[in-house]
């Protein structure tokens, strides 16, 4: 075994974490007032005085937090305004578009927000700028600029290495000097040769998102490069510039950059912004799917902008140098900016010709925006010889005519020291909020299934969805999809639709539904045949009898469950409850007696709340830890010498030795959800690695025994694939329509009442429960998962017994506790079984194996029966008063049979609860019966495959 001491295996690394988590940056929330429903913008007269009721001023904000500092760029907004604005006008999972989106500081703040960006400009500085503030960087995007900036920082200092190396270089380099007219009239010959060498060296690098983030702090040093006398000044000032210095600007630049961008990593975690560069005057508005130079029509739920204001700033001029060594051409952006006062002075027009073309501009955001949803512009007013024209009454008009409802303007008072770095005879000192909004409507939709085919049950529950989330009853049409009438602000619920995998309608562009985008990505391009019920964490770890995602959801949304609502599964198993509950904002609580379930379940959800960016950089090492892993005898010490010889009759010695040192490894990693996470990987693979049969639900063992097993292989694969889903979970996340809330798996036993409360479930603080309970007799989960109990949690066989016996359902008995019970069946003592059903199943079972020649499986199901059926008694009263009243309860269980006596005798499990549930007082609403498959194992053919949903209601 090596003798490296723990700490300082991974010290190094650690203190790397420590730093990063350090420069975690807080962006501050908006007072409680986000939106959480479409239906609150319907009243456009409340909305207006909730904006009315902000300070626009934000004059003692810190206005260049996280990356909005990233890069200078003239007359931008202050992220406040966007920022209040979004949260006020838009659902998460929305599309927020800034239609004259400049460096993207609109759409940082969409998506730290949680929403979707598009921002558009006809600046191509704007994307390069804005696509660089908005990135997350993965560990090897990282490394490889942090190598970059230290070859960079280490050259510049030799002036004798750099003059070689920009020697070799120069063939390579002339072709990427700019055709700037009189080039060497703004820039020193130093400047010129280390600018074309590092714009070689950026273009060379062959990772897009760290191409990106140099691509920006190179625009960011040109300027201190040339002669141009300041970020807002087009004049010349020669200075020397020594050999290296650029080098150096750009190194730091480049270095303050990376900085910044860190801290977005835990609030990005990977969403990213849409940036375009379009003439918005000119834009072509196409039905769907729009390209780099067009936009969708209907497809934008807020615009949020801030249009050039009349007769001021001349973006082409100040970034001038830039754009040419970007290779873009600023004289066309120049014949094309809206109210650049050079342009103006120029084509001698005033400020009809800025409202003309401003109509067009308006006449696209009427195009591209949704009924019911609302623009709001940050305009200022426009002076043109000497008369000063009020833009925001103007823009009101011009929009009136667009067809849009002008609800009001706002005005905001303008700081001195953050006023317009025009003249001062052109200086504004306020600005005015123009909201307007796009009139709500009737949409006629048509409600997209999904790919893959539904069973019948899923195609009653799609329809019992939308009825309960939209109040309407779909209907068919003749290929057999469904179509309804509903208020274009009720999109919002038909994004939560389960069943439903888009939505469509001549007036609404057509959007995938979240579920959509969880199980296949953006399904608009991305469409899978069948259906993933591994989407996200759930299928980091297999778990017999669970229930699938899908239907989980789909049960919440028949509950009517509000945004936050708290969900309990008192028998969570593995966690899919909590998960769906976790992946559509509610809070969910599971309860499991079983020790593996439970950390499984508790890793579906904690390793999602993981920093994305540090996340995948512990995985990342990881990785490349598994290529020492040994396979020494001696790493079977890992293990208490009281489970080793079991260890060893279901492990050959290789395997014990490989995961010896796995879980060794796994012991080192700081990060504790990491490190609980990569248990349950390895856990993942015991099957596969041990002599127990992989077909078999119980432990039997293989036909032909194991010698060595590829353990490296094995948890590389699966720790690579969960890699991928957890990277596309962050990307898709900008997608979600709720905050996510922390789930809380619980160790514990269902039966004991006052275990509620000591994890913090009151009494009436469950909104609902959803719960596949235990089947009678049906399943030996802790057999099942005998191995990876004794490897991860070293309890030996008299341990996993006692766990097995006191689950509810259990198969096991001792004859002692089956002789007491065999005697309450006997007297007629039913007292703790609130079904008459199950008390006659019992009866019935005691009588026909009573004295009948049965082995001792046979001869227990009778007593088993009892303490199954007294055990739900007592859960289901334990459960009915921490429901609220109103809230749903759902039970999702099947019947299966047993032979009495040579007679086969139906446990009917779902009636015997529909009893329990009525004598504590709930309503039983509905019994809906549901199919199930089996998969490819042993004993499959006595597996359930008829189940039904129990719903009842609290009175």
Same mark, same amino acid.
């Given at each position: 075994m090596s003798n490296a001491r723990p700490e300082a295996i991974d010290s190094e690394w650690y203190t790397t974490q420590l730093d990063l988590a350090g420069l975690v940056g807080v962006h501050e929330g908006d007072g409680g007032c986000e939106l959480t429903e479409l239906s609150a913008l319907e009243n456009s007269e409340a909305v207006l005085a909730g904006l009315q009721e902000i300070d626009w001023s934000f004059t003692d904000d810190e206005t260049s937090y996280l990356s909005h500092d990233l890069h200078p760029y003239p007359g931008k907004f202050i992220p406040q305004i966007p920022h209040h604005l979004i949260a006020r006008l838009s659902l998460r999972g929305e599309l927020v578009w800034d239609s004259f989106g400049g460096c993207g500081t609109a759409a940082l703040e969409a998506v730290l927000m949680g929403r979707r960006a598009l921002s558009t400009d006809i600046n191509p500085l704007g994307m390069v700028i804005g696509e660089a503030k908005t990135l997350t960087l993965t560990k090897e995007d990282d490394d490889l600029l942090c190598d970059m900036a230290e070859q960079l920082v280490l050259l510049s200092a030799s002036e004798e290495r750099l003059e070689c190396e920009l020697g070799c270089r120069r063939s390579d380099d002339e072709g990427l000097i700019p055709d700037i007219p009189n080039i060497n009239e703004w820039f020193h010959k130093n400047a010129i040769t280390e600018l074309a060498y590092l714009r070689w060296r950026i273009e060379r690098l062959d990772r897009e998102k760290a191409r990106?983030?140099?691509?920006?702090?190179?625009?960011?040093?040109?300027?201190?490069?040339?002669?141009?006398?300041?970020? *807002?000044?087009?004049?010349?000032?020669?200075r020397d510039v020594q050999r290296g210095e650029v080098t150096r600007w750009f190194a730091t630049n480049l270095s303050m950059a990376l900085k910044k961008v860190r801290k977005l990593g835990p609030l990005l975690q990977f969403r990213e912004a849409t940036f375009k560069t379009l003439d918005l005057c000119h834009a072509q508005v196409v039905v769907e799917n729009a390209g780099a130079e067009t936009l969708t029509a209907n497809s934008v739920d807020l615009i949020v902008t801030s249009p050039p204001y009349p007769n001021t700033t001349d973006y082409h001029l100040y970034h001038r140098f830039r754009l040419f060594w970007l290779g873009y051409d600023p004289r066309d952006l120049g014949n094309k900016e809206i109210g650049s006062h050079l342009r103006h002075q120029k084509e001698a027009n005033g400020f009809d010709f800025y409202l003309k073309e401003m109509s067009l501009c308006l006449e696209r955001m009427r195009q591209v925006l949704r009924p019911g949803r609302y623009v709001v512009l940050v305009l200022g007013d426009g002076i043109f010889g000497g008369k000063t024209y009020n833009t925001a009454l103007h823009i009101g008009e011009a929009a009136r005519r667009e067809g849009f409802e002008v609800i009001g303007i706002l005005d905001r008072a303008v700081h001195r020291t953050r006023r317009s770095f025009i003249s001062a005879a052109r200086r504004l000192k306020s600005e005015n909020l123009l909201v307007l909004r796009k009139p709500s409507s009737k949409v006629a939709l048509t409600l997209l299934k999904p790919p893959y085919k539904l069973w019948p049950y899923e195609e009653e529950l799609r329809e019992r969805e939308i009825n309960a989330l939209l109040g309407v009853t779909p209907r068919k049409d003749k290929e057999g999809g469904l179509r309804i009438s509903t208020d274009a602000l009720c999109l919002d619920k038909v994004r939560k639709l389960t069943f439903t995998h888009g939505f469509a309608a001549p007036d609404v562009s057509r959007e995938a539904t979240w579920q959509a985008i969880l199980e296949n990505g953006d399904a608009s391009t991305v469409r899978s045949q069948r259906k993933d019920p591994k989407y996200a964490t759930h299928g980091i770890h297999a778990y017999k009898g669970k229930f699938y995602p899908q239907l989980a959801k789909s049960l919440f949304s028949l509950a009517g469950l509000r945004p936050g609502a708290r969900v309990l599964d008192p028998f969570c198993g593995s966690g899919t409850v909590l998960l769906e509950s976790y992946l559509n904002g509610f809070q969910g609580f599971g309860v499991d007696l079983n020790v593996l379930a439970v950390k499984v379940a508790s890793v579906k959800t904690q390793i999602l709340n993981v920093d994305p960016y540090l996340r995948d950089r512990f995985l990342s090492r990881f990785e490349d830890r598994l290529e020492g892993m040994e396979a020494s005898s001696e790493w079977h010490s890992v293990f208490s010498e009281d489970v080793k010889e079991e260890l060893l009759s279901w492990f050959p010695g290789p395997v014990l030795a490989k995961l010896g040192w796995l879980l060794h490894t796994i012991e080192q990693v700081s990060e504790p959800r990491i490190r609980e996470f990569l248990e349950v990987i390895t856990s993942s693979i015991v099957r596969d690695v041990s002599q127990q049969d992989p077909r078999d639900l119980r432990i039997r063992r293989r036909a032909e025994p194991l010698s060595d097993a590829p353990v490296y292989e094995l948890v590389k694969e699966r720790l690579h694939e969960q890699r991928i889903r957890l990277q596309h979970f962050s990307e898709r996340s900008k997608y979600a329509p709720l905050p996510f809330y922390p789930a809380t798996a619980m160790l514990g036993d269902c039966r004991n009442a006052s275990m509620f409360a000591e994890n913090g479930i009151e009494k009436g603080s469950v909104d609902s429960i959803v719960t596949s309970p235990p089947y009678a007799t049906a399943l030996p989960y802790i057999d099942t998962?005998?191995?990876?109990?004794?490897?991860?949690?070293?309890?030996?066989?008299?341990?996993?017994?006692?766990?097995?016996?006191?689950?509810?359902?259990?198969?096991?008995? *001792?004859?002692?506790?089956?002789?007491?019970?065999?005697?309450?069946?006997?007297?007629?003592?039913?007292?703790?079984?609130q079904s008459s059903v199950a008390r006659d199943i019992v009866e019935e079972v005691r009588e026909r194996n009573k004295g009948a020649d049965v082995g001792f499986r046979r001869d227990n199901t009778a007593a088993l029966l009892y303490l199954y059926f007294q055990d739900m008694s007592i859960v289901m009263q334990n459960l009915n008063p921490l429901l609220r009243s109103g809230g749903a309860a759902f039970f999702v269980i099947g019947d299966n049979r047993t032979t009495a006596g040579g007679k086969e005798v139906k446990i009917a499990s779902g009636r015997a609860l529909q009893e329990i549930g009525a004598a504590i007082g709930w309503e039983l609403i509905d019994v809906i019966p549901i199919t199930v498959t089996t998969e490819n194992r042993l004993h499959a053919k006595n597996s359930i495959t008829v189940n039904e949903i129990i719903r009842f209601r609290k009175v």
């Open positions: 990106k983030l140099a691509k920006a702090s190179f625009s960011k040093s040109i300027l201190k490069a040339s002669y141009q006398d300041g970020e *807002t000044r087009y004049a010349r000032k020669p998962d005998r191995l990876s109990i004794l490897l991860l949690f070293g309890m030996n066989s008299r341990e996993r017994s006692a766990l097995e016996s006191s689950l509810i359902g259990s198969r096991e008995i *001792t004859k002692k506790k089956k002789s007491g019970v065999d005697e309450r069946i006997d007297i007629g003592d039913f007292a703790a079984i």
